[in-house]
């Protein structure tokens, strides 16, 4: 039995992890607490494996156990605030075109978050509409509304020179 339950869990974990991975890092940009986020989720969801009804929707759960991970994180975090700091000195050296990218993450911050996060988990965790509306808890109407209202927000807002394939 444990057997069968822990190599059960151990093909989730080597499945989704890369996945899981990207998502987080993608909220949060920083790798260790991106890994911090996806141990998280995989302890919770261990920790509650022998409860789950349909191991088939197991991908939509740990989207969902790492969506609400992310949000406790931000509970608990307190900022910290630098009095002087010459903003022209800060460079990000990731991003291969960076205008481009500023203006996405410029529009995607404008974005209101059901929108955003809606748009992010179809286009990085390539989930449908319907799966989105179970990890956001809301109906599958309401998912395909703020997924289409985001793409269109995006567009107008960089007057469609970013495609939203670039989001990653």
Not at 48 to 61: E, L, M, Q, T, Y
Not at 103 to 110: M, S, T, V, Y
Request: proline share 3%.
């Amino acid at each position: 039995m444990f057997r069968t339950k822990r190599s059960e869990f151990d093909t989730l974990v080597r499945a989704f992890s890369p996945e899981l991975f990207r998502y987080a890092y993608w909220m949060c940009r920083n790798r260790s607490t991106a890994e911090d986020l996806v141990q998280e989720t995989f302890a919770r969801a261990w920790a509650a494996w022998g409860r789950i009804r349909d191991p088939g929707a197991a991908k939509n759960w740990l989207y969902t156990i790492l969506r609400r991970e992310h949000a406790r994180l931000y509970e608990r975090k307190q900022l910290e605030l630098v009095d002087e700091q010459d903003l022209d000195a800060i460079e990000d050296e990731r991003l291969d075109a960076p205008a481009v990218a500023i203006d996405l993450r410029r529009a995607l911050a404008a974005l209101p978050g059901g929108y955003r996060d809606a748009l992010l988990l179809q286009v990085i965790g390539g989930f449908s509409c319907a799966e989105i509306a179970q990890i956001m808890e809301i109906t599958p109407g309401a998912a395909m509304a703020r997924v289409s209202r985001a793409r269109m927000a995006l567009r107008r807002q960089t007057d469609g020179a970013v495609s939203t394939e670039k989001i990653a």
